[in-house]
């Protein structure tokens, strides 16, 4: 699929892998729109691309704040072409804290609640507007992105809420891709390493160096960049379907 002119929506696109990403799809012409909770940060992007992104304040576990995001999205540009899911939260706790007390049930079902039920309500509502499109020469109408993490495969120590809700995401992108493909919709997903973004600039070294550590080469975090770029190349090649990508440089986590 061409992103010359494609529509694309990304959460979490004002920030971290999801503005990377939305700055990688303006560059190869495409519209954009952003849905995010940071109303202030995504405005910037907005003014900085006149007539080519739209905000819109979502919360992708929300069905109705998602449904007029697209609506939203379909009156300003006409379509969706492309979702990107970048929006989650990566709340930490164990099972049994230090005391033997149990993890809030609350705290484990929020994680889930936006991570796992965010993603699929996106890729959904997303799935419905594509299918309206007209297919290109290869039957393409649409191009769906989640984000997972490599949490969905080497949990550390705390990450059981978070390691749930991305190995739901690696998951569900097989039936998904099944699902949608008499429509002409494919289905990715990426499974992230530890990225720079602005979160991680802001830890000590003392903090980064033992992460880094663990990374095999390139020994360094992530470029949100080459998220980005990996978005370009799932969407450009149409080929590529029903696949969970770890973009980690050979990272495996440890315990702790």
């Given at each position: 699929?061409?992103?010359?002119?494609?529509?694309?929506?990304?959460?979490?696109?004002?920030?971290?892998?999801?503005?990377?990403?939305?700055?990688?799809?303006?560059?190869?012409?495409?519209?954009?729109?952003?849905?995010?909770?940071?109303?202030?940060?995504?405005?910037?992007?907005?003014?900085?691309?006149?007539?080519?992104?739209?905000?819109?304040?979502?919360?992708?576990?929300?069905?109705?704040?998602?449904?007029?995001?697209?609506?939203?999205?379909?009156?300003?540009?006409?379509?969706?072409?492309?979702?990107?899911?970048?929006?989650?939260?990566?709340?930490?706790?164990?099972?049994?804290?230090?005391?033997?007390?149990?993890?809030?049930?609350?705290?484990?079902?929020?994680?889930?609640?936006?991570?796992?039920?965010?993603?699929?309500?996106?890729?959904?509502?997303?799935?419905?507007?594509?299918?309206?499109?007209?297919?290109?020469?290869?039957?393409?109408?649409?191009?769906?992105?989640?984000?997972?993490?490599?949490?969905?495969?080497?949990?550390?120590?705390?990450?059981?809420?978070?390691?749930?809700?991305?190995?739901?995401?690696?998951?569900m992108t097989l039936p998904m891709a099944r699902d949608l493909s008499r429509y002409g919709v494919r289905v990715n997903t990426i499974a992230p390493g530890i990225f720079d973004t602005p979160m991680m600039k802001g830890v000590s070294e003392e903090y980064r160096q033992p992460l880094i550590a663990m990374v095999q080469n390139p020994k360094r975090f992530g470029d949100?960049?080459?998220?980005?770029?990996?978005?370009?190349?799932?969407?450009?090649?149409?080929?590529?379907?029903?696949?969970?990508?770890?973009?980690?440089?050979?990272?495996?986590?440890?315990?702790?």
């Amino acid at each position: 699929m061409n992103l010359n002119n494609a529509v694309a929506i990304v959460t979490g696109g004002a920030s971290g892998l999801g503005l990377a990403t939305v700055e990688e799809f303006l560059a190869r012409g495409a519209k954009v729109a952003i849905f995010d909770m940071n109303e202030a940060a995504g405005q910037a992007v907005v003014d900085a691309n006149p007539g080519r992104v739209i905000f819109a304040k979502v919360n992708v576990a929300d069905e109705q704040s998602t449904q007029a995001g697209v609506e939203a999205t379909l009156a300003a540009f006409g379509a969706v072409h492309v979702a990107v899911n970048c929006a989650g939260i990566g709340t930490a706790g164990k099972t049994l804290d230090r005391d033997s007390k149990a993890l809030p049930l609350d705290s484990f079902a929020k994680v889930i609640q936006v991570n796992l039920i965010g993603t699929f309500n996106v890729a959904r509502l997303a799935a419905q507007a594509m299918a309206n499109n007209t297919p290109d020469a290869d039957g393409q109408r649409g191009v769906i992105i989640n984000t997972a993490s490599v949490a969905a495969f080497d949990g550390q120590t705390g990450q059981a809420a978070y390691s749930a809700s991305k190995g739901g995401v690696v998951g569900m992108t097989l039936p998904m891709a099944r699902d949608l493909s008499r429509y002409g919709v494919r289905v990715n997903t990426i499974a992230p390493g530890i990225f720079d973004t602005p979160m991680m600039k802001g830890v000590s070294e003392e903090y980064r160096q033992p992460l880094i550590a663990m990374v095999q080469n390139p020994k360094r975090f992530g470029d949100p960049a080459e998220y980005g770029r990996l978005c370009v190349t799932i969407v450009e090649n149409n080929y590529l379907n029903a696949e969970t990508i770890r973009l980690d440089g050979g990272i495996r986590m440890q315990a702790k």
